[in-house]
């Protein structure tokens, strides 16, 4: 059985007309990051945000919005950034998963206690439903980084590859296995899933201000960060930027 998450296939890369055009769907590695929504009117909304403060508000953005924005960013006013909510739709490794939750702003959320969080996601639960037989699919194996304890070298492939993906497959098979047989005699979905490994293909909901999701890009589309989740953050950053140009650029250094 294939899990391949909540997604609209046939949405893959297609942009329709109007505000529709901007909840696209992006395949990353063996998942995908998909926009499902968004609340605010991009970089017109942190600008109408900022301007509250002098009792204005516009419909169209012009070069004094630009510098405005250029502004709050070098400046690090960023409750205006707030006011721009993403909501996205992540199919991807349990390992990635446990470095997306990272990103939560100080707060506790998972237990629900603290409302005000900027980040609030949703998973599949293992519990209610079974999981398919989908893992992260690996085609070559990086070697460790030499000097970077946490990376690997992205380019490079181990000698024994065809070796590392045999034991790597065997391993999967037999964890899926596993799987299986502990349901097939009874035993309850929340403890026959302990057998499962990270690898396994997990879909969450992600619900971000645009200030998170930046945080989030500069963290994780960085050298310093795991290959799988660069890609995913690159494509975040191109899911995000054509709603927000002027917020994106100023924020993420390039203009300034
Ligand atoms: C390359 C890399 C390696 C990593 N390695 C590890 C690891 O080995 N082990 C591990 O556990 N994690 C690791 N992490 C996760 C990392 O420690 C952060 O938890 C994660 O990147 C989320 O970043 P953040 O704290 O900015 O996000 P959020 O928690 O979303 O916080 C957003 C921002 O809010 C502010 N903020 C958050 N909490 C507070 C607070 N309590 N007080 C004041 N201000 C606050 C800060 O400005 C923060 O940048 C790693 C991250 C990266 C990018």
Redesign the pocket.
Known sequence: MENKGLSDSSNSSTCRSGREKFLCRIDVDDGYIQLVDFMGKGDLAVVNAARVSFGKRKEVMDDSDIVLINYLAKHKHMSPFRHMQFTFLIHTSEVVCR?LY??????GFTSGEFREA??VWNEISGRYVEFGNEFHHVTKFRKQHPSNK?GSLPDSVIEDNPEALAIYQNSLKASYEAYEKLLKIGVCREQARLVLPVSFMNTLTMTASLE?VV??IR??D?E???WEIRKLARAMKELVTPICPVSLAALIGEQN
């Open positions: 470095q990272k990103h939560q702003v100080g707060c900027a980040t946490q998170a945080n989030f963290l994780r960085h310093g960060a795991q």
